[in-house]
């Protein structure tokens, strides 16, 4: 088989937080912030994206440009290979639920889509008006309480 014919799954690490994270069947020596599925150079499309300052989610983003701040750079690992997307994207739905997003407050990864479904977008995301509802909130919180502590 062609290797532009594998599908992957992929995770980014935070390598200024170096330990060991497991979740389910994978560990992994740094945090994880981010799990994709791909082909080809898929993986190294989102450093790309913050080069160039075009960005989808910012959350992963922001973490990218942290860690090179950091005098770092984030490590890009394939997790597994597949012969097939539909494989792939069925591992990646499995990875990020194990592993948990910070939007639904269940761990560390920036994802915004509970994956498989081929883009990292706000709206594919199933729980998206909850999650908007959520941000807002804490929007509003965090103004009242900048509010606050200026008086």
């Known amino acids: 088989m062609q290797t532009s014919q594998i599908h992957y799954v992929y995770a980014y690490l935070d390598t200024r937080r170096p330990g060991t994270y497991s979740y389910g069947s994978c560990s992994f020596d740094c945090e994880p912030f981010y799990i994709g599925e791909g082909k080809k150079g898929r993986m190294f499309d989102h450093l790309k994206e913050v080069e160039r300052g075009r960005h989808r989610n910012k959350a992963k983003c922001r973490k990218i440009t942290a860690i090179v701040n950091a005098g770092l750079q984030p490590r890009v690992v394939v997790i597994k290979t597949f012969n ?11 990875l990020i639920s194990e592993i948990g997003t910070i939007n639904t407050r269940t761990g ?3 994802n915004i889509s509970i994956g498989g479904d081929g883009g990292d977008t706000f709206t594919n995301n199933p729980k998206r008006e909850k999650i908007r509802a959520e941000m807002k909130l804490r929007s509003e919180e965090r103004r009242v309480g900048k509010e606050c502590r200026s008086r």
């Open 108 to 110: 560390p990864l920036t």
């Open 84 to 94: 097939s997307r539909a494989e792939a994207q069925h591992c990646e739905v499995i």
